[in-house]
């Protein structure tokens, strides 16, 4: 069981026919290595509050669970050890609070919301990625005007947060610092939040915590204009926190900050 | 043998030969440009139109310029082009009665490529034909169904006929129908149907679900539970939720009744004769 600082990410050298275990939050992974081959198990579980961590634990092949899903690799030169990368999900994420919430006119809020990671695979002599995992795999959902525009989300309640402390601590997820400017003169209901996971990196604190960069949603005056901004750096509560995963998709600088034609489309 | 060759000799006269070769020359180079050209414009309007709509205008283009190919090479060999086309105009009413068909079908061909029902690689239901649109042809689609039959359907009909295209839209919605016994508490049985599509990946938290209460049935209260999902998952989405509805009902013991028969032999009739037999008692 891995204690607070423990990180489930870096590089694990893995012996020939040794069979090593993973545990973060709900997924559990299985790592074996062969001759000329990687093999994984691996098994996701129903309960996004898991907050298990079990890091590189040797075990025996017995033990690995038979409905997990098995998938081998080949390689000329398989490499000795494998690479676990953290990464965010490849859709965007739509968070919906779990109970109503409103902004009032003129207030700036934050906002701690987490995000589902994913785990990345890496292995063979040159490096090449092998698989992504999600640890835990977030319902679809949609997120359009209509059945017929939008584009496909994961979806994720919050409890919207207004203290980190208060955000329960997960392996398997990382925090999105989420700051909300209304400017407008009417209040902002907070139904949905859509936030452009692939274009965010990761960071990693010195507690083994991960961080996503800030996002700011601003609401403008006239109510009906919005603007999404990504902040440069991981959120000052991250402390000195050190990048441990780049963005799916780089952002063209002024790309996200732009207005939409209707409120509802930005929450 | 002279004798009979002496007529042939009289006509091909050195003008007429170099009239012959000429008009060889111009079909050859024709067609060729004829093809080179079709197939340029082919390309060039693939930028802009789709594979159809491109096909048919590389179509066209090869067959105009092959058309005015041959009238010129039969005019170097000194036929008149305004006799022939006198000519072809009656062929063609003679031939476009017998084809009323594919006429038909032809200009159907025409409507369909430009209204755009559906596009090659769609799933489409076209007179009780499922399965994948392989080509939009001129006189015909061609569909190859689910259990890998070749379906050539003539475009009159499609024209006609209702078409489905089930993957126009990037979602679809899953309708399941259901029954459960009346004794069973449909509270507890819509909170079970959410949870459920809670859980399940493949169903879209947006547009949420969406639980009718259908009527009192016969022998069980029914209802319609629907859920949304990605055009692509739907088997996915139609499988799994059915089979976790089964499981779960299972679990918490609520009955999916059968149909209740009641056997009535008429008043006039005599009972049914019904013998009682004890728990492990051989029975003839």
Redesign the interface.
């Given at each position: 069981m891995g204690g607070a600082g423990t990180t489930w990410w870096g590089e694990f050298p893995v012996g020939r026919s040794d069979v090593r275990f993973w545990q973060v939050g709900p997924l559990r992974l299985w790592i074996t290595r062969s001759d000329g081959e990687w093999r994984l198990a691996f098994l996701g579980g129903d309960d996004s509050m898991d907050a298990t961590l079990d890091v590189n634990e040797p075990v025996r092949e017995e033990d690995v669970d038979p409905a997990a899903a098995v998938v081998r690799f080949g390689f000329r030169k398989p490499g000795e050890s494998v690479r676990i990368l953290p990464a965010l999900p490849d859709r965007h994420l739509v968070v919906n609070p779990v109970t109503p919430f409103y902004v009032p006119s003129g207030e700036r809020i934050t906002l701690y919301v987490s995000a589902p990671l994913w785990m990345s695979l890496w292995a063979g002599d040159p490096r090449r990625k092998i698989r992504e995992i999600p640890t835990f795999r977030p319902t679809d959902t949609w997120f359009g005007p209509s059945t017929r525009v939008g584009e496909v989300c994961y979806a994720s309640k919050t409890g919207a947060r207004m203290e980190l402390e208060s955000l329960p601590r997960r392996p398997h997820r990382a925090v999105v610092v989420v700051t909300v400017i209304n400017r407008a003169v009417s209040q902002l209901p907070l139904e949905k939040l859509k936030l452009p996971m692939p274009n965010l990196s990761l960071f990693a604190s010195e507690d083994g915590r991960l961080w996503t960069e800030g996002i700011t949603l601003t609401r403008q005056e006239d109510g009906e204009q919005a603007a999404v901004t990504l902040d440069a750096d991981p959120p000052a509560q991250a402390g000195d926190a050190v990048r441990v995963g780049d963005a799916r998709l780089r952002v063209e600088r002024g790309h996200l900050i732009r207005a939409f034609g209707h409120i509802l489309d930005f929450m | 043998m002279d004798e009979w060759l002496a007529p042939l000799r009289d006509y091909a006269t050195p003008e007429r030969v170099i009239s012959l070769i000429r008009a060889v020359f111009i079909m050859v180079a024709g067609l060729v440009v004829a093809r080179l050209l079709g197939r340029w414009a082919g390309k060039l309007a693939g930028v802009r139109l789709r594979a159809p709509q491109a096909q048919l205008l590389r179509r066209a283009v090869f067959y105009g310029i092959t058309g005015l190919v041959v009238v010129t090479a039969l005019h170097e060999l000194g036929f008149n082009p305004g006799v022939l086309l006198g000519a072809a105009g009656i062929l063609t009413v003679a031939v476009g009665f017998a084809s009323q068909t594919s006429a038909s079908n032809l200009v159907s061909g025409l409507f369909l490529i430009a209204e755009k029902p559906f596009e090659i690689g769609d799933i489409v239901t076209v007179t009780e034909v499922t399965g994948e649109v392989l080509s939009i042809d001129l006189l015909s689609v061609k569909i190859r169904t689910f259990d890998n039959l070749f379906v050539r359907i003539p475009n009159e009909q499609v024209i006609k006929s209702t078409v489905t295209n089930r993957s126009h839209?990037?979602?679809r919605r899953v309708d399941i129908k259901i029954g459960i016994a009346y004794k069973e508490d449909m509270e507890r049985v819509r909170g079970i149907l959410f949870e459920l599509a809670?859980?399940?990946?493949?169903?879209?938290?947006?547009?949420k679900p969406l639980f009718i209460f259908s009527g009192f049935g016969d022998s069980a209260l029914q209802f319609q539970f629907s859920v949304?999902?990605?055009t692509a998952?739907y088997l996915s989405l139609l499988n799994s939720m059915q089979e976790a509805i089964k499981r779960a009902f299972d679990e918490e013991g609520i009955e999916i009744p059968f149909p209740h028969r009641s056997l009535y032999a008429g008043s006039r009739t005599e009972p049914f004769p019904v013998r009682v037999v004890p728990e492990g008692a051989e029975t003839t």
């Amino acid at each position: 069981m891995g204690g607070a600082g423990t990180t489930w990410w870096g590089e694990f050298p893995v012996g020939r026919s040794d069979v090593r275990f993973w545990q973060v939050g709900p997924l559990r992974l299985w790592i074996t290595r062969s001759d000329g081959e990687w093999r994984l198990a691996f098994l996701g579980g129903d309960d996004s509050m898991d907050a298990t961590l079990d890091v590189n634990e040797p075990v025996r092949e017995e033990d690995v669970d038979p409905a997990a899903a098995v998938v081998r690799f080949g390689f000329r030169k398989p490499g000795e050890s494998v690479r676990i990368l953290p990464a965010l999900p490849d859709r965007h994420l739509v968070v919906n609070p779990v109970t109503p919430f409103y902004v009032p006119s003129g207030e700036r809020i934050t906002l701690y919301v987490s995000a589902p990671l994913w785990m990345s695979l890496w292995a063979g002599d040159p490096r090449r990625k092998i698989r992504e995992i999600p640890t835990f795999r977030p319902t679809d959902t949609w997120f359009g005007p209509s059945t017929r525009v939008g584009e496909v989300c994961y979806a994720s309640k919050t409890g919207a947060r207004m203290e980190l402390e208060s955000l329960p601590r997960r392996p398997h997820r990382a925090v999105v610092v989420v700051t909300v400017i209304n400017r407008a003169v009417s209040q902002l209901p907070l139904e949905k939040l859509k936030l452009p996971m692939p274009n965010l990196s990761l960071f990693a604190s010195e507690d083994g915590r991960l961080w996503t960069e800030g996002i700011t949603l601003t609401r403008q005056e006239d109510g009906e204009q919005a603007a999404v901004t990504l902040d440069a750096d991981p959120p000052a509560q991250a402390g000195d926190a050190v990048r441990v995963g780049d963005a799916r998709l780089r952002v063209e600088r002024g790309h996200l900050i732009r207005a939409f034609g209707h409120i509802l489309d930005f929450m | 043998m002279d004798e009979w060759l002496a007529p042939l000799r009289d006509y091909a006269t050195p003008e007429r030969v170099i009239s012959l070769i000429r008009a060889v020359f111009i079909m050859v180079a024709g067609l060729v440009v004829a093809r080179l050209l079709g197939r340029w414009a082919g390309k060039l309007a693939g930028v802009r139109l789709r594979a159809p709509q491109a096909q048919l205008l590389r179509r066209a283009v090869f067959y105009g310029i092959t058309g005015l190919v041959v009238v010129t090479a039969l005019h170097e060999l000194g036929f008149n082009p305004g006799v022939l086309l006198g000519a072809a105009g009656i062929l063609t009413v003679a031939v476009g009665f017998a084809s009323q068909t594919s006429a038909s079908n032809l200009v159907s061909g025409l409507f369909l490529i430009a209204e755009k029902p559906f596009e090659i690689g769609d799933i489409v239901t076209v007179t009780e034909v499922t399965g994948e649109v392989l080509s939009i042809d001129l006189l015909s689609v061609k569909i190859r169904t689910f259990d890998n039959l070749f379906v050539r359907i003539p475009n009159e009909q499609v024209i006609k006929s209702t078409v489905t295209n089930r993957s126009h839209f990037p979602l679809r919605r899953v309708d399941i129908k259901i029954g459960i016994a009346y004794k069973e508490d449909m509270e507890r049985v819509r909170g079970i149907l959410f949870e459920l599509a809670d859980r399940n990946v493949f169903c879209m938290a947006e547009p949420k679900p969406l639980f009718i209460f259908s009527g009192f049935g016969d022998s069980a209260l029914q209802f319609q539970f629907s859920v949304w999902g990605e055009t692509a998952n739907y088997l996915s989405l139609l499988n799994s939720m059915q089979e976790a509805i089964k499981r779960a009902f299972d679990e918490e013991g609520i009955e999916i009744p059968f149909p209740h028969r009641s056997l009535y032999a008429g008043s006039r009739t005599e009972p049914f004769p019904v013998r009682v037999v004890p728990e492990g008692a051989e029975t003839t």
